[in-house]
T-cell receptor, first 111, second 116 residues
Framework: GQQLNQSPQSMFIQEGEDVSMNCTSSSIFNTWLWYKQDPGEGPVLLIALYKAGELTSNGRLTAQFGITRKDSFLNISASIPSDVGIYFCAGIHNYGQNFVFGPGTRLSVLP | EAGVTQFPSHSVIEKGQTVTLRCDPISGHDNLYWYRRVMGKEIKFLLHFVKESKQDESGMPNNRFLAERTGGTYSTLKVQPAELEDSGVYFC??????????????FGPGTRLTVL
């Protein structure tokens, strides 16, 4: 079935460092989304991308929709302790279809 | 405005028992989704309601799972009889616009189900 791969699976960084994570697929998606899940909470939408090549920012977060439509990355600049959590990418192949989620990247920020 | 709520937050049951999970979407949201995340894996789509109708139930694992959304408000997901592999976190999400899969989905906190 449809699958998204996320890397890295987990990462430990120092507070203040920049973070980069990505999401890849063997098939084309027409929409990419990035979610963050805090412990004990449900995923919260961070950024939505709708066009190949699109680069979108939300505060310290920047995400890009890959030109091939098969990948996306998320960057976090100047990490802070509250950035800790699991980051999920999700894709939609076509309008009206449902989300496919990746397995998540677990981020830990060390003080 | 209240967010999506789910009940219970945790449930521990024995194999063969029945469990019913409840989701209350954001008021006025036509779309309601159920997802499941098994430990360490991706969040998998289970099904999608538009109001009280099942729009897509292609992700339901088998006929031990039954979802309902009577009156188009809250939804329940019943697992009967539960098996060990049903353990995981069950998320509910809702969105406003009927017919728009790209409308922002708001997730509930999830119900953590453990089957022993």
């Amino acid at each position: 079935g449809q699958q998204l791969n996320q890397s890295p699976q987990s990462m430990f960084i120092q507070e203040g460092e920049d973070v980069s994570m990505n999401c890849t697929s063997s098939s084309i998606f027409n929409t990419w989304l990035w979610y963050k899940q805090d412990p004990g909470e449900g995923p919260v939408l961070l950024i939505a991308l709708y066009k190949a090549g699109e680069l979108t920012s939300n505060g310290r977060l920047t995400a890009q929709f890959g030109i091939t439509r098969k990948d996306s990355f998320l960057n976090i600049s100047a990490s802070i302790p509250s950035d800790v959590g699991i980051y999920f990418c999700a894709g939609i192949h076509n309008y009206g279809q449902n989300f496919v989620f990746g397995p998540g990247t677990r981020l830990s920020v060390l003080p | 405005e209240a967010g999506v709520t789910q009940f219970p937050s945790h449930s521990v049951i024995e194999k063969g028992q029945t469990v019913t999970l409840r989701c209350d979407p954001i008021s006025g949201h036509d779309n309601l989704y159920w997802y499941r995340r098994v430990m360490g894996k991706e969040i998998k789509f289970l099904l999608h309601f538009v109001k009280e109708s099942k729009q897509d139930e292609s992700g339901m694992p088998n006929n031990r799972f039954l979802a309902e959304r009577t009156g188009g408000t809250y939804s329940t997901l019943k697992v009967q009889p539960a098996e060990l592999e049903d353990s995981g976190v069950y998320f509910c999400a809702s969105s406003h616009l009927a017919g728009s899969s790209t409308d922002t989905q708001y997730f509930g906190p999830g119900t953590r189900l453990t089957v022993l």
